[in-house]
């Protein structure tokens, strides 16, 4: 079993940063993913940014290509979000998200990959 706990969000201007970050129980796995997604009211889950513990080459939506940094601490199970250049369309809960305890080599943008996932986060941006 895994224990994601997300933290970080909030309200913020267009134009404006935030930092999320989420915490995992256990201890990392070579292959294991780390994931971001988020959905917006009415609208469908939707990946975000991924990365593997062992791997420092991350995988962006092409939304936040540019504008958002995924990136993870080993040693403390956490994983990063840095979101930078906000925009109205980016409010939406956050949710940390895993594949499990072990090695994936499936694709990181398939929502079904992920079998863990956090409470989530609510970002909001205002315009």
């Known amino acids: 079993q895994v224990q994601l706990v997300e933290s970080g969000g909030g309200l913020v201007q267009t134009g404006g940063s935030l930092r999320l970050s989420c915490e995992a129980s256990g201890r990392a796995f070579r292959g294991q993913v780390m994931g971001w997604l988020r959905q917006a009211p009415g609208k469908e889950r939707e990946f975000v940014a991924a990365i593997t513990w062992d791997d420092i080459l991350p995988y962006y939506a092409d939304s936040v290509k540019g504008r958002f940094t995924i990136s993870r601490d080993k040693a403390q199970m956490t994983v990063y979000l840095q979101m930078n250049d906000l925009k109205p369309e980016d409010s939406a809960i956050y949710y940390c998200?895993?594949?499990?305890?072990?090695?994936?080599?499936?694709?990181?943008?398939?929502?079904?990959?992920?079998?863990?996932w956090g409470q989530g986060t609510q970002v909001t941006v205002s315009s």
């Open positions: 998200a895993t594949n499990g305890p072990q090695y994936y080599s499936g694709t990181v943008y398939d929502l079904a990959a992920y079998k863990y």
